[in-house]
Every structure is written in structure tokens, then in C-alpha cells.
């Protein structure tokens, strides 16, 4: 199987950007887990198919860093949307001299760069207004303090906490708590660190208030 990816220039640039582009959206859609699960699966594969190819790691860098430039949108201003685009240049030139002795499809790349493009502006950028419209960001640093949610998978144990999966203000969060919580338990948002939340249960909150 990688013998024949070693063959195919093309398929091993569609993996490699839509590793990229799924870690990009990660940054967009924060806490359900499942897109940073497949960003990485797909970027693990390609490095080790990429370890065996006639690879030009300066095109690399610039693939990676055109792609990656959209990543600091949500971490900065909307009004960066249009700077980040300039990314889809080195994205291009990444493309065009990815391999040595090996020719991606320049209309492929194209075709890549304009979905790239169009899923920027139409898909991402729209669903990023709509989160921090919802409060998912609600200062400056991204945090979540204070805010309440339901539990909608179980805590388990995990080391010295407990990990389950919280809903809280219309995103799904991995979460960690000092105490296990069940499905349909309420919440509190106490802490959050990066894409993970640290929440205590409603009921364990009240009982402490109260004592």
C-alpha cells in the first residue's frame, strides 16, 4: 500500500492538506475531540509515507505554514480573515514544488486552493461568528468560567480526575471533574485549559455553598 503512495504524488497531497485543513477546523469547532482525532491520524500517516518519498522540505514548510496561517483567526480578530488568505500563496508554491523528480497536478492544486478558499470564507468564518455569537468564547482568552452545561456522556476515571464529554453553550467540551458525574448531571465551568474544560456538578457546587 505504501509502495503504490510512494507512486502517487497526488493522493499523498490531498492526505497531507486535508490533514492541514481538518487541524484548522479543530481550531474553529473546539472541544469535541473528534476532528483533532483525525488531524492527527491523517498528518501521522503522511509523514511516515512522506519519509519515503523524494520530498522538498522547503515546499513543505511553506504548505504547512500557508495552511496553518488561517489557525490564528480564532485566536485573534476576524479582521484577520483576509491577511490569513494570503496564506493560500505559499499553500500554491508548497504544492507546485512538494516532491523532487515528482509533479503534483497544478489543476488539482488549483481545485484544492479554491475549495480551500471558498471553505474559508463560507464555511469556517460563519460558523466561528456564530460560536462567539453564542458566548462559546466569552472574553478575550477564550474562557468559559462560570458558564453551565450538562453532562451528555459519563465521567470516567482517568489518573486522579474523572473525564466525560459536557454540552455547554451549544458546543460539546471534554471535561475533567474531581468527582464522577452521569448523563443529564448539571454543571458549572470552573477552569478551562486549551480545548479541555474543568467543571464541577451543580449538586456537589450547591452542597459545599451550603456547608
Same mark, same amino acid.
Not at 500517516?45 to 512522506?50: A, F, K, R
Given at each position: 500500500m505504501i509502495d503504490w503512495l510512494m507512486m502517487e504524488p497526488n493522493i499523498v497531497y490531498l492526505i497531507l492538506v486535508f490533514g492541514l485543513w481538518i487541524a484548522v477546523t479543530a481550531a474553529y469547532v473546539p472541544g469535541t475531540g473528534v476532528l483533532e482525532l483525525l488531524a492527527v491520524g491523517a498528518l501521522i500517516? @503522511?509523514? *511516515?509515507?512522506?519519509q519515503a518519498m523524494p520530498v522538498n522540505w522547503l515546499a513543505m514548510l511553506l504548505l504547512v505554514v500557508g495552511v496553518l496561517s488561517f489557525l490564528l483567526i480564532p485566536f485573534l480578530s476576524q479582521r484577520w480573515a483576509r491577511v490569513a488568505e494570503l496564506g493560500l500563496v505559499p499553500q500554491v508554491l508548497g504544492g507546485l514544488f %512538494?516532491?523532487?523528480g515528482m509533479q503534483v497536478s497544478w489543476l488539482l492544486i488549483a481545485v484544492t486552493i479554491g475549495i480551500s478558499l471558498l471553505y474559508h470564507r463560507f464555511a469556517l468564518m460563519p460558523l466561528l461568528a456564530? $460560536?462567539?455569537?453564542?458566548?462559546a468564547v466569552i472574553d478575550d482568552n477564550g474562557q468559559l468560567i462560570g458558564a453551565a452545561g450538562r453532562v451528555i456522556r459519563p465521567f470516567e476515571r482517568v489518573g486522579r480526575n474523572y @473525564?466525560? $464529554? @459536557? /454540552?455547554v453553550n451549544g458546543e460539546?467540551? $471534554?471535561a475533567a471533574s474531581a468527582k464522577p458525574l452521569d448523563t443529564g448531571d448539571e454543571i458549572v465551568v470552573v477552569e478551562r485549559d486549551g480545548l479541555?474544560?474543568? *467543571?464541577?456538578? %451543580?449538586? /456537589?457546587?450547591? $452542597?459545599?455553598?451550603?456547608?
Open positions: 500517516g @503522511v509523514i *511516515v509515507i512522506l %512538494l516532491f523532487n456564530k $460560536t462567539r455569537q453564542q458566548g @473525564v466525560g $464529554t @459536557v /454540552h460539546q467540551w $471534554t479541555q474544560l474543568a *467543571v464541577e456538578g %451543580l449538586k /456537589h457546587k450547591h $452542597t459545599l455553598e451550603e456547608s
